[in-house]
């Protein structure tokens, strides 16, 4: 098992940053994603940023269309821990974020695992 843990939530105020924290209890490996995802209540959890180890390749960036330009999803050199900097903040970015992790058979740990969730408030 590997559990991710998130910190670095708040209460800021619109146009602000914060940056969000993700470490895993151990470091992983065959990393399929390493991802942020947000939700609101009453909503689908939705993707925010997510990075993809490409082989022989750099890692594949994508970023939701109300993000991008924004948020900056990035990782340590041991994949331990992963961030999601959020510049320009904005009401609308108000949700519980959560951050996810998908291992691969050879990793020993195959699966999905999601982080308990830390809250971002932005007030106008």
């Known amino acids: 098992q590997v559990q991710p843990v998130e910190s670095g939530g708040g209460l800021v105020k619109a146009g602000r940053s914060l940056k969000l924290s993700c470490t895993a209890s151990?470091?992983?490996?065959?990393?399929?994603?390493m991802a942020w995802y947000r939700q609101i209540p009453g909503t689908q959890r939705e993707l925010v940023a997510a990075?993809?180890?490409?082989?022989?390749?750099?890692?594949?960036?994508e970023y939701s269309d109300p993000v991008k330009g924004r948020f900056t999803i990035s990782t340590t050199d041991d994949k331990r821990t992963w961030y999601l900097q959020m510049d320009s903040l904005k009401p609308e970015d108000t949700a519980a974020y959560y951050c996810h992790l998908v291992l691969g058979r050879w990793s020993g740990s195959r699966g999905t695992y999601w982080g308990q969730g830390t809250q971002v408030t932005v007030s106008s």
């Open positions: 151990k470091r992983p490996t065959d990393i399929r994603t």
């Open positions: 990075i993809t180890p490409q082989v022989g390749q750099p890692p594949k960036y």
